[in-house]
């Protein structure tokens, strides 16, 4: 994984969130790990195909409207001893909102706890 790390353009956060996906579907049951600006990281039960897309809403603020991203599947992973695999995505698009908005998000919400 120190490569993948070697290629982030964006500092990640660590963000564990269950996602909402549809039931039976490639997201279903997956948790988020990390994000930045420019994308998110998962854990799955499911391997997911490169270069997959998947449209993703981003609920950042409560009582704001979501970012609608389009997301790409960049790298997946196997865990090793486990029946689970990391999933490296970035957000290939942004539909509705903005990178202004996720950016925004992050640092309200990461940078300046980490300064406290």
């Known amino acids: 994984m120190e490569n993948a790390a070697n290629k982030r ?15 039976g579907a490639a997201f279903s049951k997956t948790k988020t790990v990390d994000i ?5 990281g998962f854990l ?3 391997a997911i ?15 704001t409207e979501p970012v ?7 790298w997946v992973r196997k865990i090793s001893d486990t ?8 957000f290939a698009d942004v539909i509705d ?3 202004d908005d996720i950016d925004s998000t ?6 300046h706890r980490e300064m406290a």
Do not use: M, W
Request: contains cysteine.
């Open 9 to 23: 353009k964006c500092a990640r956060f660590d963000c564990y969130v269950p996602v909402n996906g549809k039931e």
């Open 68 to 74: 609608l991203v389009i997301g790409e599947v960049k």
């Open 106 to 111: 992050l640092n309200t919400r990461f940078l």
């Open 49 to 63: 195909p490169l270069n997959e897309r998947v449209a993703i809403e981003l609920a950042l603020k409560p009582d």
């Open 97 to 99: 909102g903005s990178r």
């Open 36 to 40: 930045s600006r420019d994308g998110i």
């Open 83 to 90: 029946d689970q695999y990391r999933i490296g995505l970035t």
């Open 44 to 46: 799955s039960n499911h």
